[in-house]
């Protein structure tokens, strides 16, 4: 069964260092892996997403994802944070040997960026 | 840029009604689904639709719940009898092609209150 994980709640950063969400995922065959954020009362953005290829995967807002296949990892980063990056993050992964019609979410990370 | 939008934003309804939430994908995406996000938790998959039928649904996409394009342009959800656990936001998301690359769009959501 596919699932995907973010150990962590609530991730706290001061402005201007670098942050870390992580994600673990588990599927059956090769994952198509995705980030989206959600601010308050607002539906989610797409940031970034792994399909095949190079490990490291840049998206909007200068956020950036590595896709480790032995540690089944896509951590997303950013180089120095924003208190505007202050959000919720959901790593999101599709099984793309079933279709890949169905998303599976985490339970999502609340990043608070601390000026 | 185009985008996924959805009406109505707010619905309140009694327990055992009836609601159709609706949405208007992007006007070239193919592939439509909807999800559900229980207050504070995360987003769970309902179903997913192309070629005016369910491509995959969830152990959540029981009985009670519909899916329909009526036309060219929306595509609804429909819920026939209410149940108090059915309150969260529905978001309603759209994309170009299969295969499971494909980026997601969603719409804001709707948040449905039952009482």
């Known amino acids: 069964a596919q699932s995907v994980a973010q150990p962590e709640d609530q991730v706290n950063v001061a402005e201007g260092n670098p942050l870390t969400v992580k994600c673990t995922y588990s599927?059956?065959?090769?994952?198509?892996l995705f980030w989206y954020v959600q601010y308050p009362n607002r539906g989610l953005q797409f940031l970034l997403k792994?399909?095949?290829?190079?490990?490291l995967v840049k998206g909007s807002y200068g956020f950036e994802a590595e896709f480790n296949k032995s540690q089944t990892s896509f951590h997303l980063k950013k180089p120095s944070a924003l208190v505007s990056d202050s959000a919720l993050y959901f790593c999101a992964v599709r099984d793309r040997s079933t279709g890949g019609f169905k998303t599976i979410f985490g339970a999502g990370t609340r990043l608070f960026v601390k000026a | 840029e185009p985008e996924v939008t959805q009406t109505p934003s707010h619905q309140v309804t009694q327990m055992g009604q009836e609601v159709i939430l609706r949405c208007v994908p992007i006007s070239n995406h193919l592939y439509f689904y909807w999800y559900r996000q229980i207050l504070g938790q995360k987003v769970e998959f309902l179903v997913s639709?192309?070629?005016?039928?369910?491509?995959?649904k969830s152990e959540i996409f029981d009985d009670q719940f519909s899916v329909e394009r009526p036309d060219g342009s929306n595509f609804t959800l429909k819920i026939r009898s209410t149940k108090l656990e059915d309150s969260a936001m529905y978001f309603c998301a759209s994309n170009k092609a299969g295969g499971g690359q494909e980026t997601q769009y969603f719409g804001p959501g709707t948040r449905l209150l039952v009482l």
């Open positions: 599927v059956s065959g090769n994952p198509y």
């Open positions: 639709f192309y070629n005016n039928e369910i491509s995959e």
């Open positions: 792994y399909i095949t290829g190079d490990n």
